[in-house]
């Protein structure tokens, strides 16, 4: 299909021009094309055009960020062979010499086996090494929200130092984007809602977001408003059909997180 739009994003509220990030965001690297959280997904979401992703990230038993969505590790890996523990037991349950062992890509197709999980620090790694921006999405495994939310960002700070577009930190947690504020300041903050409970706006404000990253079927045209004259951005996931992402863009969203980098072209 033609692209439905360029990655210029929109000038509104309080951030106007200050917004860095492009329109399009591909969902774990590359969606469902490759094994998701990790590099091969981001190579091939950047063979697509994108030059923004989205990950997950949560911490080992030793306090390494690493990516992965599911609080456990049965579905994207193939811990059930090889880790003496339950493989429904968290990447929380296991330091990082034990889960860097483990193939990451087999279960995606054979054309991955072998993937292995990658650090956060690769992923910064490789953005930095291509210009790319990434969107950390702070999964903490049950419990640990905080403590994930201060070293993510700690990280974070770290490995981004000194370049002019910054990692956009994510989360449903409020303790975790609580962490992260008071770890590192000056890191963008993204409130995830998948329903609009009471307080909502309010949250984000008091947790010194720049956006909240909606399920795309809660946006309409009052609530774009609300959240820009509230001087914040409006980014949707995870959007995998044309008619969607029509109907957000004509919005006037800031932000679309897909699957399919194969349908939508952001050149």
């Not at 960020?65 to 090889?82: E, Q």
């Not at 975790?176 to 409970?197: C, E, I, N, S, V």
């Not at 949707?236 to 939508?264: C, K, P, Q, W």
Request: aromatic letters at 8%; hydrophobic letters at 45%.
């Amino acid at each position: 299909m033609a692209p439905l739009g360029g990655s210029e994003p929109h000038a509104v509220g309080s951030v106007g021009a200050s917004w860095p990030y492009p329109f399009w965001i591909a969902h774990r690297g590359a969606g469902k094309l490759a094994p998701e959280n990790t590099l091969a997904a981001f190579r091939l979401g950047a063979q697509h055009g994108y030059r923004m992703f989205e990950c997950d990230a949560k911490l080992s038993a030793d306090g390494v960020p690493f990516l992965m969505h599911d609080a456990t590790l049965i579905r994207t890996t193939n811990a059930a062979g090889k880790l003496a523990a339950d493989a429904s037991e968290t990447g929380g349950d296991h330091a990082w010499a034990e889960l860097s062992q483990l193939d990451a890509g087999s279960w995606h197709s054979r054309a991955f086996a072998g993937e292995p999980l990658p650090t956060l620090e690769n992923a910064a790694r490789f953005c930095r090494a291509n210009g790319y921006a990434l969107n950390i999405e702070i999964k903490p495994t049950p419990g640990t929200e905080r403590r994930t939310g201060e070293v993510v960002a700690s990280h974070a700070l770290r490995w981004w130092q000194g370049t002019s577009v910054l990692p956009l930190l994510t989360s449903f947690s409020h303790d975790a984007l609580q962490g992260a504020r008071k770890t590192a300041p000056g890191l963008p903050r993204g409130l995830l809602l998948d329903t609009l409970p009471d307080g909502w706006l309010q949250a984000a404000l008091a947790l010194g977001c720049v956006a909240v990253v909606c399920n795309h079927a809660l946006w309409d045209s009052a609530l774009v408003e609300i959240v820009h004259a509230a001087g914040l951005r409006a980014l949707s996931y995870t959007v995998n059909d044309e008619a969607t992402a029509r109907r957000l863009m004509e919005l006037g969203t800031d932000g679309i997180i897909t699957d399919r980098v194969d349908l939508f072209s952001p050149a």
